[in-house]
């Protein structure tokens, strides 16, 4: 990461703006895939990597947000927010799924969090309205 932030300064200083913008988008860009057990495997990797911004992609409009029994009805930038101050305070070095469920419309699934020297209980509970999946409930609990 550090080196392509760097590469990305020497075009920038080059004046090849166009094409470092199209290499950090490349770099943070977000595909989201609609069915089935897949939704929660891009997913993973961004609660893993501790990247707020690509999780967020996945979170409805107005979702259940609990952060270590603080809980709140949030927009979708408010739930970035809190999230990115949590993976702020306690760094994420990895995230397993342990378990799933779901019906054809909803999909559950819980996972253990490792970061910052403290293990985590992730709950993420989606709901699949016109075809695509979204985080309805997300729940990050000390374990």
Known sequence: MKYLRIA????LL???MALAQNMLVRKTSTEVPTSGDDVFVPISKYIAAGNSEALSAWFSDNLEIAVLARESDA????????VKSFFDTYTPRSFDIT????RANMKY???NLKAGGETFV???????KDNTYKIQQLKIERL
């Open 122 to 128: 992730v709950t993420i509970f989606m709901s699949c």
């Open 8 to 11: 990305i300064l020497a075009l």
């Open 109 to 111: 699934a819980l996972g």
């Open 14 to 16: 080059s004046g090849q």
């Open 99 to 102: 378990h799933t469920a779901g």
């Open 75 to 82: 927009s979708r930038a408010q739930a970035r927010q809190i």
